[in-house]
């Protein structure tokens, strides 16, 4: 990680994964900005590259 402390931000880099019960990203990096509770998620720029978001199984009401 590389931290930023006059931008406010934080650098992950490398085929980041994060996972919390909300859901999960992946990338090649990740900025995260202090201030204002902002990710950024970037792919590597090849092809195929691509960063990602997956979120849990949701209910919604009315379905079954």
Known sequence: ???????GEIVLEG????TDD???????RIR??????R???EGDGTEGS????TFPEM???GEE
């Open 15 to 18: 085929n980041v994964v994060i």
């Open 1 to 7: 990680a590389t931290i930023r402390p006059v931008e």
């Open 50 to 53: 691509r960063a990602r978001i």
């Open 39 to 41: 990710a950024i998620v």
């Open 22 to 28: 909300r859901g999960k990203v992946s990338g090649h």
């Open 32 to 37: 995260m900005h202090k201030g204002d509770g």
């Open 59 to 61: 209910d919604f009401p």
